[in-house]
């Protein structure tokens, strides 16, 4: 056997491997390969024969394989990727809240690589980066046909090293440099505080590990210290998601019974429910979460469940839509696959994905009249149905062809980099608060 042939043979068993990778994932309908796909395939080889035999310049056939890979996955929807083994482990350090960065969420909208949101208190957000600003260049270099994998490795690094970002947003006149010493990105992913000694308030930025027990003790040292605690705010807003486990665990905190979530894929191995259990310690009193564009996944599981068991008010904006779940896959030799492998359900049934909460009061952010001026750009937030190849909601799926067309945009929102404590500076929250500090004169005037 020739050395080409040998290599043939690993390339085409390296496809197989991923069409057949879904086994316990799938059942033999979904996993099985028919005769389109090994005509695929053996189109493929041909290609690739093409390539390497002909290609202007020698050509390495693990990059190839590399690239064949990659086009495939990134064919099927934004959040499914498949990952080398350096970028497994750097999503292993993410989730445990700590690696070396800017701090932004980042992905590909109309091919652009695009700031979905900077995360709170990093340099990326004390530089002044915004939600939907282009990053055209990464230290110089075009970033167009970047994946999103590397674009987060030219982006972090070691701390106190530097990177320059060339933003375009909606208001320059042309592109603008943004120099960014990077530092160890440790998310706090909880914060907390009491106001006027009766309200207390709950911020989760993400949920990585240890989020649920970092909320509890939040909700120990709330309940300490308010005399007596009126209510809760639980602030979700910006918060992009994480560990769906992390999320469910969130939830019970504050549930008695009922479900929590639902997941339905292709496959039985796929569909799960998670129900709240009785742990005697939850809260009873009343409860608003804050919610807005950049509320996504795991914090809308949270926002669904409290809101269809009837235990909080939803207030805020409509949320980002993001209801896929992702299973990561490990492979052999440190790789793995995170693939979509079902949507998840809140505790009435409805699927979120591409449409997003929405919320039971709806009060749109307004800035300061001293933080506004003239020259302010409008920033357009962004949601799952913005992102090219997402998977569609019901609603878009049954929607006629004309219909699309008059779909509406992505409301633009101006944003502004605010103090969440500073009630003078988010009317979201001073609303939050009113509503919680007046609930008991609301419940006496509705029994009369």
Known sequence: MNTFFSKRALILLAFLSVLFLLGPYGDSRVSAVDRNTYKSLKTFSEVLDMVEKNYVEPVDGEKLMQGAINGMIKSLDPHSVFMTAEMFKELEVETRGSFGGLGIEITILKDVLTVVSPIEDTPAYNAGIKAGDQIVKIDDKPTKDITITEAVKKLRGPRDTKVTITIMREGFTKPKDFVITRSIIKIRAVKSKIYDNQVGYIRIATFQERAADDVKKALRDILAKANPLAGLVIDLRNNPGGLLNQSVDVSDLFLKSGTI????????????????????????????????????????????????????????????????????????????????????????????????????????????????????????????????????????????????????????????????????????????????????????????
């Open 261 to 448: 979530v639902s997941t339905r894929g292709r496959s039985q191995s796929t569909e799960s429910k998670a129900v709240a259990k009785n742990d005697g310690d939850e809260p009873t009193c009343p409860i608003v979460v804050l919610v807005n564009e950049g509320t996504a996944s795991a914090a809308e599981i949270v926002s669904g469940a409290l809101q269809d068991n009837g235990r909080a008010v939803i207030l805020g904006a409509q949320t980002f839509g993001k209801g896929s779940v992702q299973t990561v896959i490990p492979m052999e030799g440190g790789a793995a696959l995170k693939l979509t492998t079902s949507k998840y359900y809140t505790p009435k049934g409805r699927s979120i994905q591409a449409e997003g909460i929405t919320p039971d009061i709806v009060v749109k952010l307004i800035r300061p009249a001293e933080e506004k001026n003239g020259t302010e750009e409008q920033q357009m937030r962004l949601r799952e149905r913005d992102l090219q190849g997402h998977i569609k909601s019901l609603k878009e799926l049954e929607a006629k062809p004309e219909d699309s067309k008059k779909e509406p945009k992505s409301e633009p929102k101006k944003e502004t980099k605010k103090d969440v404590d500073d009630l003078d500076k988010d009317n979201q929250l001073k609303n939050a608060i009113d509503i919680l500090k007046s609930w008991d004169i609301l419940k006496r005037n509705m029994k009369g």
